[in-house]
């Protein structure tokens, strides 16, 4: 008999342990016997107790290692089929410029030239994705980024409003808009006429705070304009997906942005969600309000508890409490995680310099440059190959036991920490699982009945 070595083991109280099988996805709530059993089959003793059936079917034990690497085997087939038929996503950067200066902006060592796509490089663009799009069975699927999309100029709203007739008119899915929110107002009349996938703004709590931190270079604050846009765009059904940046600055406003949220009624509304992300230490040097992930996910934890409504808020920044809030909530196991994100697989950004990149966070930065667009198309194979990968071609991760809840690492971070994209820098897993499951445990063991989350 073969322990395997994806399972798991997270004590959370005497005699209590979580058991995450991340090869199978299965979440089990287990005592020291089970444990004991578990080691015992690690050093290589016979078990043939009552719980050898369950074990086997839910992965935790196999005949022997080769057994395991053909149960893997089959799940990554699997995988590389759903890849196969998944739809490339095509992000359009039409420009770098930015109407604000918020204080934590990662991309704020950009050049930010107030340059607009030109009509011949946009050309270019639908073109590389027609060509990119060839291999892939489905329709392409567009996002637009930045600099910021959608600032309401002249010249950059006759580009906004091309993209997005050209994608209809294509039946491309327009799959998400990331802007600050600021000329929403103005592009609602447009955004309207589209099925729009999610227009993404970005709220870093109420006012008070809020404008403390998302500012125009004059220093004034952009909450209250945000906030019309965004009321105006939920009436006219356009779907809205709030990111609140969180640090510790913020993060104490949560609970009174949560109370914002409910009393303007948007909870209640079919086409509004809301999820926290994080302010990341590399982008903004020196930037005090940084904090651990681990460190900010303890926080908002605490707070869940105090304040139910903050369930609302999906926990994107932390894919694995995401992952265990499905299984919670589907209470069917999860998939492993062969890659990180959609910069290892379909993911391709197009800027408006003719740059081509696999990297969202990365545009604009030469050092995540895989090729170009424009004169012509010339993708550089190796640099692709670099990104385009599973957590199996990075040697390091090849033998890790967090390969399938990792994927392999966030590329942005490890690049801007100095590193190579060989040498990925590991995320903190352990603790945030530790952490996830301990605030999970209740509802798992059935301590406590409901889950509200709108994870
Ligand atoms: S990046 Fe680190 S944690 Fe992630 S799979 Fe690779 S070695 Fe493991
Ligand atoms: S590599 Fe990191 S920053 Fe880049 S797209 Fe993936 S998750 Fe985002």
Not at 108 to 130: A, H
Request: contains cysteine; hydrophobic residues 35%.
């Amino acid at each position: 008999m073969y322990k395997s070595k994806y399972v798991k083991t997270f004590k959370i109280r005497p005699n209590r342990y979580i058991l995450f099988n991340t090869l199978s996805g299965h979440i089990d709530i287990a005592d020291e016997s089970v444990i004991e059993i578990l080691n015992k089959i690690s050093k290589g003793e016979k078990y043939e107790g009552d719980l050898l059936e369950y074990l086997i079917d839910r992965a935790y034990i196999f005949q022997n290692k080769k057994a395991e690497e053909n149960f893997l085997k089959k799940k990554f087939d699997k995988w590389i089929q759903q890849i196969k038929s998944a739809p490339p996503y095509f992000a359009i950067v039409p420009t770098y410029f930015c109407n604000l200066a918020c204080i934590y902006c990662f991309e704020r060592d950009l050049e930010r030239k107030s340059d607009v796509i030109s009509d011949k490089m946009l050309e270019k663009v639908f073109n590389t994705i027609e060509i990119l799009s060839k291999n892939h069975s489905k329709k392409p699927h567009i996002v637009l980024f930045g600099g910021e999309p959608l600032i309401w100029r002249e010249k950059q709203a006759s580009v906004i409003s091309k993209i997005l007739d050209y994608s209809s008119e294509h039946d491309y899915v327009i799959a998400d808009i990331v802007t600050n929110g600021v000329d929403l107002l103005h592009f609602n009349e447009m955004l309207e006429k589209y099925d729009i996938g999610r227009v993404q703004v970005t709220l870093d709590g109420p006012k008070e705070i809020h404008d403390k931190r998302r500012i125009f270079p004059n220093g004034k604050g952009t909450f209250d304009r945000i906030i019309k846009g965004i009321d105006d765009a939920l009436e006219k059904g356009i779907k809205i997906d709030i990111r609140v940046n969180v640090d510790k600055q913020n993060i104490n406003y949560l609970p009174a942005l949560a109370n914002f949220v409910t009393k303007k009624g948007w909870l209640k509304k079919g086409n509004f969600s809301i999820h926290i992300g994080l302010v990341y230490e590399y982008g903004c040097r020196n930037y005090q309000f940084t904090a651990e992930d681990a460190e900010v996910l303890r926080e908002v934890f605490l707070l869940r508890e105090k304040h139910p409504e903050l369930r609302a808020f999906r926990l994107a920044a932390w894919k694995p409490a995401e992952i265990v809030i499905k299984v919670l909530r589907t209470k069917e196991a999860v998939f492993p995680r062969f890659t990180y994100c959609g910069a290892n697989t379909t993911t391709y950004c197009l800027d408006l310099y003719g740059k081509l990149y696999a990297c969202l966070d990365g545009v604009g930065r030469d050092e995540f440059v895989i090729g170009r667009f424009h004169p012509e198309l010339r993708v550089n194979e190796k640099k692709m190959k670099l990104w385009r990968r599973t957590v199996f071609d990075i040697p390091k991760c090849r033998e890790c036991e967090n390969a399938l809840i990792c994927g392999g690492a966030c590329g942005f971070h490890t690049i801007l920490a100095g590193r190579r994209l060989e040498d990925p820098l590991c995320p903190k897993l352990n603790e945030l699982l530790q952490l996830t499951f301990e605030y999970f445990y209740p509802y798992l063991s059935g301590e406590k009945e409901h889950i509200m989350d709108s994870n």
